[in-house]
């Protein structure tokens, strides 16, 4: 679970995970524009984050590019997020997600900090009422801790302003040996 949030090199895992779109037509629309997964109730799913190091924007500090590769059911998900330390930042075009992962020992949640618009060098903060909103946590169950390979299960939820819930996923993720970049 840490490896797959805060670790350095690339991790894998497969799992079963329980899909929704949002209950209402905005959120089917989106859902389709954007690709998401459809509505299932045992979807298959596989996640590989593969990372890479680059200098930071302050002297001295090392970023990581992580490159998110899901497979959830029949459907591709791409995205690409730089992390410095806990914090990350999420780009989708011109619209930049920014989150700061907070873990314990036995959980890891992904806290959304804000929103900006980025046009050139410039960036503007999306107000909180008009930013979508995500949000990840990941835990392991007591009966979990001594398998191999390790489990552990995770809910994520996307939320935008006038659509509501877009979608959820909830379920839990086998970690695979080390795969190399």
Known sequence: MWRFHLGDDTVSGTGVL?????????????????????????????????RSRAAGPAAG??????????????QDLLSEQVRIGERGWEPHGPLE??????????????????????IGRREFAVPKRLAPRVSAHAWVETGDRARMPPRFHIEVRVTAPLIGEVMS?????????????
């Open 61 to 74: 500090e090392t970023s990581i590019l992580e490159r998110w590769e899901r497979r959830i059911g029949a």
């Open 169 to 181: 996923y909830r379920g839990h993720m086998d970690e695979e040996a080390q795969v190399r970049p």
């Open 97 to 118: 997600i920014r989150t700061r992962t907070v873990a314990t020992p036995t959980e890891v949640n992904v806290v959304q900090e804000g929103a900006v618009v980025r």
């Open 18 to 50: 329980e899909v929704r779109r949002g209950p209402g037509i905005l959120g089917r629309i989106a859902c389709a524009v954007l690709g998401l997964p459809r509505t299932c109730t045992a979807a298959p799913a596989r996640v590989t984050v593969r």
